[in-house]
């Protein structure tokens, strides 16, 4: 059927290439813009075995081939094979594709350089020295941004059945285009359709990370290509939502989840019924009502968190101390209000923008870097010991100022502050924002802002609390002092997380650039109390230096996942082997889910490790999360095609015993006795 596609779209393309105008624009008839080879791991694969043949090709500029699915528009590469007898090809492999988006209409395309890859399998029986002439002739649709052209070659080779050598540097250019290709997820999916919306959850570690979450189906009638993509997290799943196609076609789904960075990960859904998790498919001003309740009840309840209640506290007595003028209470509240608001709504936007670009952020998203997070400890330790009593500033605590000015800058603090924080009913409130619609999503942001601020809002415009407020008193310092517990409670918070993102070095110097800081600060103080002029300098040359320290912190590097004496290689494995010890080894991801559910239910069970040592098992770990291909050749060879991979090795065994992929912790203990 496709080919009489390919003989339309040809016809098609020599009769608007010959039309007015488009004679000097048109590729000339007959000239290639995907340049393609062949290539085989091995040119003298075993009789019986199996070799991997590439398929490399490269666009000229401006021109783009498309993956199986080519989304909107386009076509996948066919591939007709001609073997000696006995000789198959498997289906052809693909790299995780990109994204480009024309006229409204989305593909999914490789613009630069890309291989396929296909498994060749040699009949048994063949003779060493038996020619094998392999020749594949490739139907594909190449396009510009302007213009596409259905393109075919016959391409190659000779190989020769032998004892199946592979050259080094082919090995590590085949090592290279196997870690393109997506990773088997060990998992299936659930795919569930309400009314125009389909949402897809994906088994995933809520460890892992992902940088650019985007499903690319096998097939259409499933999503609506072109429409963006929202990804939420419900504990171990991933889900996405997006719009169904618009004409669906029911049914089980496959494709790419794309993790950012040319990452990949292939799966199956099945369709059913997704819990734990909001649907996302009410859109309604019911749904938009109920967030921002829930978004507005969140921010208030913030307000008795250690990292805003001195801030408000504060700002209330100030407004005490000021007096009853009912306008100047009310400007006050107004412009701490809309501070607060402010910041809260700005946060949404470069949330939503985060998301639009496929990143995985949630409230408290800059907190991910550990630059942001020494800022905010420069910010609150600064608080803490003003509070304390150790220098008096209008500035960093705005909360002495009065004025309009003051307020809003109070506001904004107190909002920024709030970050690191998270109370009751934000977490869903926050969670629906992040699938409604850009304007109802920022109007829930508004909500919890208005939440921070209703306290001080009752204050500036009810009388009676003003009234009900103590009158101002030596008390006041002696609260303040109270009120610094808190602000040097969430300052060490800070320290800790910063200690988490950077080590010790990175938390070193915060808390030193905090140091720098309040010296500065209290040396300002002890100027302005003297009486000297420009009292401030100190203060300002200190927050430089501080600053400075700050932005060089930089995210710790990671740490192995296993150790030198346990990380697998064949070498080990060997080596364990010729020591006559029963050998366990396991083969792991971090985006595995199944894997992780084995390693805690059972791996890393106290009673499983102490039988291993009782029978002198010794256990290697093979790490997948990177697409190791030395493992990956390894793994193929038990015939998986991805992870969870438990091998038991028992003393002389010629070959592993192969486990099943949910494990228990008796059928381990098991092992060796």
């Given at each position: 059927m496709r080919g009489w596609f390919y003989i339309l779209m040809t016809a098609l393309f020599m009769l608007v290439a010959t039309g007015p105008g488009m004679a000097?624009?048109?590729?000339?008839?007959?000239?290639?813009?995907?340049?393609?080879?062949?290539?085989?791991?091995?040119e003298t694969p075993a009789a019986g075995g199996r070799t991997t043949l590439a398929i490399v090709a490269t666009p000229d500029k401006g021109w783009h081939g498309y993956w199986k699915n080519g989304g909107d528009a386009g076509l996948p590469t066919e591939a007709h094979w001609t073997l000696p007898g006995g000789a198959s090809a498997g289906e052809l492999r693909y790299p995780?594709?990109?994204?480009?988006?024309?006229?409204g209409l989305m593909n999914y395309v490789y613009e630069r350089p890309f291989t396929l890859l296909v498994d060749l399998s040699v009949p048994a029986g063949m003779a060493k020295g038996t020619p094998l002439p392999i020749t594949v002739k490739l139907d594909y649709l190449v396009c510009t941004d302007t213009i596409c052209v259905p393109e075919s070659q016959t391409l190659s080779t000779k190989l020769t059945v032998g004892d199946g050598a592979i050259d080094p540097a082919t090995r590590t250019?085949?090592?290279?285009?196997?870690?393109?290709?997506?990773?088997?997820?060990?998992?299936?999916?659930?795919?569930?359709?309400?009314?125009?919306?389909?949402?897809?959850?994906?088994?995933?570690?809520?460890?892992?990370?992902?940088?650019?979450?985007?499903?690319?189906?096998?097939?259409?009638?499933?999503i609506d290509h072109a429409a963006p993509q929202v990804m939420t997290r419900s504990g171990d799943q991933l889900i996405l939502t997006m719009p169904v196609a618009a004409v669906p076609t029911p049914g089980p789904a496959s494709g790419v989840l794309s993790i950012g960075e040319g990452q990949g990960l292939s799966f199956a859904a099945k369709p059913g019924t997704i819990a734990g998790a909001s649907s996302g498919t009410d859109r309604g001003f019911g749904a938009i009502a109920l967030a921002f309740l829930g978004a507005v009840l969140g921010g208030l309840l913030l307000n008795i968190m250690p990292c805003v209640f001195p801030i408000l506290s504060l700002k209330a007595l100030s407004l005490a101390k000021g007096g009853g003028d009912e306008r100047h209470a009310r400007t006050e509240a107004l412009a701490y209000t809309a501070g607060v608001v402010l910041v809260c709504v700005g946060l949404g936007v470069v949330l939503l923008a985060l998301r639009a670009g496929g990143q995985s952020a949630g409230w408290a998203f800059q907190l991910q870097d550990p630059r942001v997070i020494g800022i905010l400890l420069l910010l609150v330790a600064g608080i803490a010991f003003n509070l304390?009593?150790?220098?008096?500033?209008?500035?960093?605590?705005?909360?002495?100022?009065?004025?309009?000015?003051?307020?809003?800058?109070?506001?904004?603090?107190?909002?920024?502050v709030a970050t690191p924080c998270s109370g009751p009913f934000m977490a869903g409130a926050l969670g629906a924002a992040l699938v409604l619609p850009a304007a109802a999503a920022l109007a829930v942001f508004a909500g919890l802002g208005i939440g921070i601020a209703l306290p001080f809002l009752a204050i500036g415009f009810v009388p009676?609390?003003?009234?009900?407020?103590p009158k101002p008193g030596?008390?006041?310092?002696r609260l303040r002092h109270i009120l610094s517990v808190p602000m040097f409670l969430t300052a060490l918070a800070l320290a800790w997380i910063l200690g988490q993102e950077a080590g010790v070095t990175g938390m070193t110097l915060?808390?030193?650039?905090?140091l720098i800081a309040s010296l500065g600060f209290w040396w300002t103080g002890l100027r302005q109390h003297g009486g000297k002029g420009r009292a401030g300098w100190p203060a300002v040359v200190a927050l430089v230096l501080a600053v400075a320290i700050v932005v060089t912190v930089k995210p710790a590097a990671a740490v192995a996942k296993t150790s030198a004496d346990t990380a697998f290689t064949e070498a080990k494995l060997d080596e364990l082997r010729k020591q006559n010890r029963p050998v366990f080894a396991y083969f792991t991801a971090d985006w595995c889910l199944s894997c992780k559910v084995n390693e805690a239910a059972a791996i890393e069970r106290s009673s499983v490790r102490d039988a291993f040592a009782r029978n002198k098992v010794a256990v290697l770990v093979g790490d997948w999360t990177d697409g190791d291909p030395v493992l990956g050749r390894f793994i193929e060879r038990h015939n998986r095609a991805g992870v969870p991979l438990y091998l038991y090795y028992a003393p002389g065994a010629k070959e592993p015993q192969v486990l099943p992929q949910v494990l228990t912790p008796s059928m381990l203990e098991k092992l060796g006795a």
């Open positions: 000097e624009s048109a590729p000339a008839p007959g000239a290639i813009h995907l340049a393609m080879r062949l290539i085989a791991e091995s995780v594709p990109g994204r480009l988006k024309i006229a250019e085949f090592d290279r285009w196997r870690a393109a290709l997506p990773k088997p997820l060990g998992g299936d999916g659930v795919i569930e359709t309400q009314g125009k919306q389909v949402r897809i959850a994906v088994p995933l570690p809520a460890s892992v990370v992902v940088k650019d979450a985007y499903f690319y189906p096998e097939r259409s009638g499933i304390a009593g150790l220098f008096e500033l209008p500035t960093p605590a705005f909360a002495g100022r009065s004025g309009a000015m003051g307020s809003f800058a109070t506001g904004a603090l107190a909002a920024f009676a609390l003003r009234r009900r407020l030596m008390w006041m310092v915060g808390l030193a650039a905090a």
